[in-house]
């Protein structure tokens, strides 16, 4: 069974910092891409950032470019996402995802793209 426990959310004031975490379990983790989306309250779910499984290739949503950095350490199967400068809009329900295609070079900013996904962790940013 293919689990992902995604951790390192909480409540952090504007212009501050968070590094989320996604740890994964039940599938080669060094085979497949990962990804991060989020889910702002009455809003849909929508992309963050994407790595591909070598972490050789990232993906970002234009609204987080140059703030958030996504990453990989597999040899503890987790994926990294480091939140800098963060802003009110960030305020979202933040969930990790694994793809579907194993050894693909391709970064997925579609939701449709993965196959499994975590819980997800409350970010908020107070103003």
Do not use: H
Request: glycine fraction near 10%; charged fraction near 15%.
């Amino acid at each position: 069974q293919v689990q992902l426990v995604e951790s390192g959310g909480g409540l952090v004031q504007s212009g501050g910092s968070l590094r989320l975490s996604c740890v994964v379990s039940g599938r080669a983790f060094t085979t497949i891409g990962m990804g991060w989306f989020r889910q702002p309250p009455g809003k849909e779910r929508e992309f963050v950032a994407a790595i591909t499984y070598t972490g050789s290739s990232t993906n970002y949503a234009d609204s987080v470019k140059g703030r958030f950095t996504i990453s990989r350490d597999n040899a503890k199967n987790t994926v990294y996402l480091q939140m800098d400068s963060l802003k009110p809009e960030d305020t979202a329900v933040y969930y990790c995802a694994s793809a579907r295609t194993s050894y693909s070079y391709r970064t997925y900013r579609s939701a449709n793209d993965y196959a499994y996904w975590g819980q997800g962790t409350q970010v908020t940013v107070s103003s």
